[in-house]
């Protein structure tokens, strides 16, 4: 007896397909869904996950610098911090500084000078 995929991850291919604009786009997001759902199957959450509120994997042309781990997230559940991840990408890159980490610089006050 089969099991039929939920229709939530049927959404979630196509939504993922239609994304890609050339045949090695739509080839990478193949490999991606693949890794995903074999993921997904050794942690025995491929058919429990809502797919519908999981990110689309990230193509190279929409983050270079940070869609591996963009997609490495996805594959991992942890869909919270997906877009903690890609905001922390989309400030650093929008000041300058290399998103390739992924962490954020904090500075802290300088009281060297009370008033």
Known sequence: MSQSYPESLTRYIQKSFQKCISPDERIFMEQELIRISERCKERGILFS???DAVTQPCLVRETPTAYQKI???IREGDQGVIQRVQQVVLNQVSQNQNPRDCTTEVKEPDNSNPE
């Open 49 to 51: 996950r809502d797919w």
């Open 71 to 73: 997609n490495q997230t």
